[in-house]
């Protein structure tokens, strides 16, 4: 058997000649001595194959190198989050996706602003007591907060329920969307989608005397709300809802 130092020699002496240059007898004689590992299903690659790609392959996985090398050092500059990372909510961030008390619809007065679990019963209409359990004691639930306007005709909700996953959000997004939609809930028949968010739509009803009007949708992991009664413009409605997103984002 060949010595593990004839090998060398003989790889040494391809490494100088180069794959078009040396007789195929080295390269059988380098066949018999690489040890190799078989593994199931693997399709077996000729040596004198590998030896003709290894040169170039050397020179695309120093590039690749480089470029990992550039990533990660981007990244690390850049406070950690990837390229594209989402945002990463916190509850504090409540307080300024949330429609402010401070800066409520020309016209119309703060009434008030809750901030704890209290927000997860705030848009159920259909259920009181023990009935509403399911819907305080959502999976994942972090925080919430909502502030409510008013004038003499019309009200606003602005509402926002932070979850530890984009999952707990989404089962809790159906929740509340079936509240809107039952006839014990809002009775709101008509659904369009929404242009923000990852999912969501606009509801409104096709009786003209249910004038309520209700934009809900998720951004990841969580659930906002925009809601109106009354004659309220839905456009205003609209841009409200965008506006919050945007702070979500």
């Known amino acids: 058997m060949t010595s593990e130092r004839d090998l060398d020699h003989v790889l040494d002496r391809w ?3 180069g794959p078009t240059v040396v007789a195929d007898r080295v390269i059988a004689t380098a066949m018999t001595d690489v040890h190799t590992t078989r593994q199931r ?13 290894m040169k170039p392959a050397v020179t695309v996985l120093g590039v690749a190198a480089v470029a990992i090398v550039a990533i990660a050092a981007f990244q690390i500059l850049a406070g950690g989050e ?3 990372a989402p945002r990463v909510l916190t509850a504090d961030d409540l307080a300024t996706i949330v429609l402010p008390a401070d800066d409520g619809p020309e016209g119309m007065r703060h009434d008030i602003t809750y901030d704890d ?11 009181t007591g023990t009935d509403a359990v399911p819907y305080l004691e959502q999976p994942g639930f972090v925080a919430g907060r909502y502030t409510e306007f008013s004038d003499d005709l ?3 909700l602005s ?3 932070l979850f530890e996953t984009p999952e707990d959000a989404q089962r809790s997004l159906a929740l509340y969307a079936e509240e809107v939609q039952s006839d014990d ?3 709101l028949d008509n659904r369009a989608g929404v242009d923000f968010g990852d999912e969501g739509a606009f509801y409104d009803a096709t009786d003209p005397a249910n004038e309520t009007l209700v934009i809900l949708w998720r951004n990841g992991n969580l659930v906002l709300a925009a809601g109106t009664y009354g004659p309220f413009d839905p456009d205003e409605l609209r841009s409200i ?4 997103d945007d702070r979500a984002n």
């Not at 299903?41 to 790609?53: I, N, Y």
């Not at 679990?117 to 259920?127: A, G, K, N, Y």
């Not at 809802?241 to 919050?244: D, H």
């Open 15 to 17: 490494m100088d000649d």
């Open 41 to 53: 299903g693997a399709r077996w690659v000729l040596l004198k194959e590998l030896f003709m790609t």
């Open 82 to 84: 990837g390229i594209g």
């Open 117 to 127: 679990e209290r927000t997860l019963i705030r848009p159920i209409i259909s259920v």
């Open 154 to 156: 019309t009200g606003l």
């Open 159 to 161: 509402w926002g329920a």
């Open 185 to 187: 809930g809002y009775a």
């Open 241 to 244: 809802a965008k506006a919050m």
